[in-house]
């Protein structure tokens, strides 16, 4: 009986410690529901995080395949510039090339153009000399050549009326301004009592003899008022249109040939 006594007296205390025991189980299983609830409560908000990180890698995912696809576009657009911007180089490189080249000729072509312009101005300076001397010349030599020419066409002039011994070269002065006032011109005439003859001698007759004819006419015409004017060009070689016009001014025209 005391044996059986001490044995449950054992129990009792093996049970209260295995009651202990359990009561320190149900604490830490408590403790570790409560951490477990908190982990579940921390790996749910973990898997919100997570489920926002995804869609933002989506979003991202999606912004760099866009920006891929806008280098590639920027990739190619710039490989088109470059082939332009080569292409451009090698023509600014051969207008280059031209400009250098036109340079250099319109370089030459201005010592050309300068070498000319002292070859003109010496030829320049030889022409004054020459016409200086042939003015001298044909001052001297103009009222010969003006003879010649008359008893040259004398039969010719015989024919309309005309005596060419009383031809004279004179002069005849603007009074009036009908050209330019006081203005004086030389002249071949000769008057009678009913006409004045008024002559224009000439190896070739052209604009600048047509001209001449006017201005005397007018003259005459304004300083002879009571006579008849009758003009008369005297010339190797006229004008073919210089002779239509004149001859319509009423000009008598004796001439060896009519050119054109």
Known sequence: MKSLQEAVKKQGEAIASLQETVNRHTLAIEGLQ??????????ASLQETVDRHTEA?????????????????????????????????EAVKKQGEAIASLQQTVKEHGEAIEALQKAVLRLGREVKKLSVEVGSF????????EKAMLKLYKKALELHGVDPRRVVHGFIIDDEGVIEKGKVFEVDFYETNDYV???????????????????????FSTKYKNKKIKIFLVANFVDKNVKKKLEEEGVEIIASHVIK
Do not use: P, W
């Open 34 to 43: 409560e951490a477990v609830k908190k982990q579940g409560e921390a790996i």
């Open 57 to 89: 890698i989506k979003s991202l995912q999606e912004a760099v395949k866009k920006q891929g696809e806008a280098i590639a576009s920027l990739q190619e657009t710039v490989n088109r510039h470059t082939l332009a911007i080569e292409g451009l180089q």
């Open 138 to 145: 044909t001052n001297r030599a103009g009222k010969g050549m």
């Open 197 to 219: 003859y008024v002559f224009e001698i000439k190896n070739l007759a052209d604009k600048g003899a047509y001209d001449q004819i006017i201005i005397r006419k007018k003259l």
